[in-house]
């Protein structure tokens, strides 16, 4: 199996830790990106789309653009809705997956989320235990079992 991207967009400090512990443990190939903000997040997306663009298909790497992103959705600067929107309206990215990872349980914001192109919402596990079945299931169902187009370099194998 490739080793594939993750891209994950999370502002608190103790939240990013846990993640990247807990992916640390993870079965499944993968590198995990961690940006703070929504800048970055669309920084780092417009960079690999650039990469991407400049190479021939048969050159580009197959791993450059992230197989799933892994979004925040209160954020400094931009917010993760506006990064969702952002993603969704540029043709390098619309159709990248995108799971909202979120401490609310407004309603509203789950609503923002679907109508605004994500793939998924999920509530951020509180024990760490729950935290490792969270990145288990997700890796295993995004960078596994689900089949992505051969768009950006991200190819099925």
């Known amino acids: 199996m490739p080793t594939k991207n993750i891209l994950l967009v999370e502002d608190n400090p103790d939240d990013r830790e846990l993640m990247k512990l807990a992916f640390t443990q993870d079965e499944i190939p993968h590198n995990l990106i961690i940006v703070s903000d929504g800048i970055e997040a669309l920084d780092y997306l417009q960079k690999q789309a650039d990469y991407d663009d400049s190479l021939a298909a048969s050159e580009r790497s ?78 295993t169902y995004w960078l596994s079992v689900n089949q992505l187009p051969p768009v950006f370099g991200v190819l099925n194998e």
């Open 62 to 139: 197959l791993a450059s653009m992230p197989a799933l992103i892994m979004l925040d959705l209160n954020l400094p600067r931009i917010n993760g809705i506006e990064v969702l929107r952002r993603i969704r309206a540029n043709p390098r990215t619309r159709i990248l997956p995108v799971v909202i990872i979120s401490s609310s349980n407004e309603p509203q914001d789950l609503i923002d989320s679907y109508l605004n192109g994500c793939n998924s919402y999920i509530r951020k596990p509180i024990h760490f235990t729950q935290l490792q079945n969270f990145v288990r299931e997700i890796s």
